[in-house]
């Protein structure tokens, strides 16, 4: 069992817990995830390492809660246990001076975005962050965001903080105003990932995604997270999770993703019925 540490609401549905595992703690690295099992019963989810804390030997995991076992996990405190901590999983971010990194996070993808962005100033780049929501209540990190960027643009699409629009509005303006842009780096709903890679393709602006298929073993034997990238078909657990934007079969991904979305559902309905978790979440 691996304990939670801490707790913390970031905003409606999104919270961040702090768990012990200090092997994972210790050689985890930008881009990289673990795969969670909340009970002995529950399913495997993959979550993005969002922060470490080497010294107390924890890790930060930061998630919105979609379905059944993100619910559940949202039901847990500090004091309480989860099952089954793997990882670091995937490849870390390569650190590498770019030049100028655009590092765009949608949604809960902010959390995911922030050690990456992190990593990117520290090698030395110039870092513009991007970080959208629908609205005011669903922007996070900012303040975390702010301390990793250079410059940090907020957009929400009712225009309720920041710029209204989208994270890709934000983008065209800097590509319009001639801003040199060296690597554009996205993470967060698949339609944003790829109409961000659809954005930079005609100027040729190397495009990095971080992908999020169902994933299940996170070893690359059960071929869960198959996506195919130019002509290849990859294991986004092994291969990944980051690939060029411009190369991804997004209709696939997007086909794939959805592919368990009735028994997703009903699992969710059995669960909140059965525990009532709209009343305690
Ligand atoms: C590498 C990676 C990193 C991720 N990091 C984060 C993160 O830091 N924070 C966060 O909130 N979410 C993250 N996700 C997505 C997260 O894994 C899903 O939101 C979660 O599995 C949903 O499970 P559920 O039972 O709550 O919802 P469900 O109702 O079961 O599913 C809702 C949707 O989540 C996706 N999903 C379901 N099961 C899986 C699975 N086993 N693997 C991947 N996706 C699944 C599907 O798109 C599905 O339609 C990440 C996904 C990947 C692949
Ligand atoms: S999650 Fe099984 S092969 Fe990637």
């Not at 930008?30 to 993005?48: H, N």
């Not at 959208?132 to 009712?158: N, P």
């Not at 195919?228 to 990859?234: A, D, F, H, Q």
């Not at 934007?245 to 696939?252: A, K, N, S, T, Y």
Request: with cysteine; hydrophobic share 40%.
């Amino acid at each position: 069992m691996y304990p939670i540490t801490a707790k913390e609401v970031l905003a409606d549905s999104i919270k961040k817990i702090e768990v012990t595992a200090p092997d994972i703690a210790k050689r985890a690295k930008a881009g990289q995830f673990v795969i969670i099992r909340v009970s002995s019963k529950g399913e495997r989810i993959p979550l993005t390492i969002a922060d470490k804390n080497e010294k107390n030997g924890t890790v930060s995991l930061i998630f919105q809660e979609i379905g059944k076992t993100t619910l559940a996990l949202g039901r847990l405190n500090a004091g309480d246990s989860i099952m089954d901590i793997v990882g670091p999983l995937g490849h870390p971010t390569e650190s590498v001076k770019h030049g100028t990194v655009v590092a765009i996070g949608g949604g809960v993808g902010a959390a995911e975005i922030l050690p990456v962005s992190r990593m990117y100033r520290e090698c030395g780049n110039d870092v513009i962050g991007i970080i959208g929501a629908r609205t005011r209540d669903l922007v996070i990190l900012e303040r975390e965001m702010t301390g990793s960027c250079g410059r940090l643009f907020v957009a929400t699409d009712d225009g309720s903080a920041g710029r209204k629009g989208f994270v890709t509005d934000v983008l065209k303006e800097l590509i319009e105003k001639g801003d040199k842009i060296d690597l554009v780096y996205a993470i967060g709903p698949v339609p944003m990932m790829r109409a961000i890679a659809n954005l930079t393709k005609p100027f040729g602006i190397k495009t990095v995604v971080s992908l999020n298929p169902i994933m299940i073993d996170g070893t690359g034997m059960c071929g869960a997270c198959r996506v195919t990238v130019g002509s290849e078909t990859k294991f986004a657990c092994v291969d990944g999770p980051e690939f060029d934007g411009h190369q991804v079969h997004w209709d696939e991904l997007i086909q794939r993703l959805s592919a368990f979305k009735v028994n997703e559902n009903n699992a969710t309905e059995n669960y909140k019925r059965v525990c009532k978790c709209d009343q305690h979440a």
